[in-house]
């Protein structure tokens, strides 16, 4: 069982910065994949980014390549989410999320394919 806990949210103007924080509590971080989701109002919530237990592989959605980096740190069980370049389209709360499914093909993109959620942060990027 794994417990996340997201920080770092708030208002920012276009072409700021954030730092995302989630926090995991519980055994085994280094066992999960790291996914950031986002939802909008009105929106489905999509996929933004992952990383890979040990760090070594990353993908983010086209529309964020370029301006957002997920790290994570396993001896602090934290992954982040640093975004660059905002934009009013990033206005959005955002989700951490852990997958165990370790055998499934990378990068796991769906919300099926995670299995511990965090309650979200809000992000506004006023323009």
């Known amino acids: 069982q794994v417990q996340l806990v997201e920080s770092g949210g708030g208002l920012v103007q276009a072409g700021g910065s954030l730092r995302l924080s989630c926090a995991a509590s519980?055994?085994?971080?280094?066992?999960?994949?790291m996914g950031w989701f986002r939802q909008a109002p009105g929106k489905e919530r999509e996929f933004v980014a992952v990383?890979?237990?040990?760090?070594?592989?990353?993908y983010y959605v086209d529309s964020v390549k370029g301006r957002f980096t997920i790290s994570r740190d396993n001896a602090k069980n934290t992954a982040y989410l640093q975004m660059n370049g905002l934009k009013p389209e990033d206005t959005a709360q955002y989700y951490c999320s852990a997958s165990q499914r370790l055998d499934s093909s990378w990068p796991p993109l769906a919300r099926y394919e995670y299995d511990y959620w965090g309650q979200g942060t809000q992000v506004t990027v006023s323009s």
């Open positions: 519980g055994r085994y971080f280094s066992s999960y994949h």
């Open positions: 990383i890979s237990t040990s760090g070594w592989m990353t």
